[in-house]
């Protein structure tokens, strides 16, 4: 099992609420990852981030934000949480290469926003 | 265009018995090929990585193959078991180097019953 941690599992907010769902790795990991994943639906990469003070967009366009402050913390804000932000949010860490190495990922955080 | 396709979309079998999931891709440049296993409510856990020198990876009951000249791969589970219960992802990465980015199926949905 990775040591990749996600909070909360399960969150249910109303409209026009900021939120922050948190990651950590205790893996030692510089790349970080968030996917976001609707049921039976492919992965898409929103946010990643190569290492301290690094963060990139991913391929699917998100009204999110994140932060890399530290090695092993990762977390993602939504300043106005909308229906159309409910999903399924998993991180992940790799080593070096990001094409090369493995992906670890954490539970997820599913988000229903009412 | 870079996609990668999974067939049969959800599968139900016997315990005990084997199956058979399958991964077209067209990938290009192709560095590595892995299949994930994502229980409900968790995160991906990968399997098995292969890359292009590789035509078959095994991992206890799990047989991943390869053949990179049809841009196919196949995932076998033998003598299944109620836990193999899950979505299976393959996963394929155009470039084992800093700009590599990976590329996810939708999954199959495997259901094993008693």
């Known amino acids: 099992e990775a040591d990749i941690y996600q909070t909360p599992r399960y969150l249910v907010i109303g409209t026009g609420k900021k939120i922050t769902l948190e990651c950590s790795q205790t893996?030692?990991?510089?790349?970080m990852y968030w996917y976001q994943q609707d049921p039976g639906m492919e992965l898409h990469l929103i946010h990643y981030?190569?290492?301290?003070?690094?963060?990139e967009k991913g391929d699917l366009s998100s009204e999110s934000t994140v932060s890399r402050i530290r090695t092993e913390h990762f977390p993602l804000t939504l300043e106005s949480a909308r229906p159309s932000h409910t999903s399924q949010y998993l991180c992940?860490?790799?080593?070096?290469?990001?094409?090369?190495?493995?992906?670890?990922f954490g539970p997820g955080t599913r988000l229903l926003v009412l | 265009k870079n996609q990668v396709e999974q067939s049969p979309q959800s599968l139900i079998i016997l315990e005990g018995k084997n199956c058979t999931l399958q991964?077209?891709?067209?990938?290009?440049?192709?560095?590595?090929l892995r299949w994930y296993k994502q229980d409900t409510g968790r995160g991906p856990v990968s399997l098995t990585i292969m890359t292009f020198s590789e035509n078959t990876k095994s991992n206890g009951r799990y047989t991943a193959t390869l053949d990179a000249d049809t841009k196919q791969s196949s995932l076998h589970i033998t003598a299944s078991q109620l836990s193999d219960s899950a979505s299976y992802i393959c996963?394929?990465?155009?470039?084992?180097?800093?700009?590599?980015?990976?590329?996810f199926g939708r999954g199959t949905q495997l259901t094993v019953w008693p």
């Open positions: 996963v394929v990465s155009d470039r084992g180097s800093t700009l590599g980015r990976l590329y």
């Open positions: 992940a860490s790799s080593e070096s290469p990001p094409g090369g190495e493995t992906q670890y």
């Open positions: 893996m030692g990991h510089d790349k």
């Open positions: 981030s190569y290492g301290v003070n690094s963060t």
């Open positions: 991964c077209n891709y067209t990938v290009s440049p192709f560095s590595n």
